[in-house]
C-alpha cells in the first residue's frame, strides 16, 4: 500500500491502515527527508511508475491539491476506514476516502472520492459529500445536508438539517451553519455569516 504524503496526515492514514492489517506500507512524498518515514520505506514521487500492483491513498489536507494529485496519478485508490469508526451498510464511500477514528455516517448518506471524514465527526442520514471535501474533527452535520466538491467544513462546527454548502467553501472553526452557503465563500460565526469568497479554481 502506498502512502501519497509523508506527513502527520499520512502518520494517522498509516496508523489506520495498520490496524487493518496492511504491513508493507510505503511513503512516497514530493520533498522527501531521508529514506524512512514512520519506520517504513520512503520514496521520491518520481518512484511512483515503478511501484506496481500497489494501491494508493492521498495523505494531503488541502482539498485542491489532492483534487489534482488525484487526477494526475494512474494507480487504483483505497478506501481507508478506521475499526471504530460506525458506516451505515446504506452507504459505500467512494475510491481514496479516509475515515478517522470515531466517525459515524448514518443511513442513505452518499460520501464520494478522496473525502476525508476526520476523527469523531458525525453524518447524519442523507447527506451527501461531494468529492475532495474535508469534514474536520467533531464536526456534527444534521440529517439531509448536501456538501458540495472540494469545501473543508471546519473542526468543532455544526450544520443544521437540509442545508446546502456550495463547492470549495471553507466553514471556519466552531461556526454554527443555519443557512445554505454559496459557492467559494468564507464563513464563521455564530451563527454563520460570509466574510469573503475564495478564489475559484482555474
Request: aromatic share 4%; proline share 4%.
Amino acid at each position: 500500500m502506498i502512502i501519497y504524503g509523508a506527513s502527520g496526515h499520512g502518520k494517522v492514514i498509516a496508523e489506520i491502515l495498520e490496524k487493518n492489517g496492511f504491513t508493507n506500507i510505503i511513503f512516497v512524498d514530493d520533498k522527501p527527508v531521508g529514506d524512512s518515514f514512520l519506520d517504513y520505506p520512503l520514496h521520491h514521487t518520481s518512484k511512483l511508475p515503478e511501484l506496481d500492483d500497489q494501491d494508493l491513498v492521498i495523505a494531503v489536507g488541502n482539498n485542491r491539491t489532492r483534487s489534482k494529485l488525484a487526477q494526475s496519478i494512474d494507480k487504483k485508490f483505497t478506501v481507508a476506514v478506521h475499526p471504530s469508526a460506525q458506516i451505515s451498510h446504506r452507504c459505500t464511500p467512494g475510491a481514496g476516502t479516509v475515515i478517522m477514528a470515531g466517525v459515524v455516517v448514518n443511513a442513505d448518506s452518499t460520501i464520494g472520492e478522496h473525502v476525508i471524514l476526520n476523527t469523531n465527526c458525525s453524518i447524519d442520514h442523507d447527506c451527501v459529500l461531494e468529492d475532495f471535501v474535508h469534514i474536520s474533527p467533531n464536526v456534527a452535520l444534521a440529517g439531509n445536508v448536501h456538501v458540495g466538491e472540494g469545501t473543508q467544513v471546519g473542526i468543532g462546527s455544526s450544520v443544521i438539517q437540509g442545508v446546502r454548502i456550495g463547492k470549495y467553501a471553507t466553514i471556519g472553526a466552531g461556526a454554527a451553519i443555519i443557512e445554505d452557503v454559496p459557492d467559494y465563500a468564507v464563513v464563521v460565526g455564530v451563527p454563520g455569516k460570509v466574510i469573503r469568497y475564495n478564489v475559484p479554481s482555474v
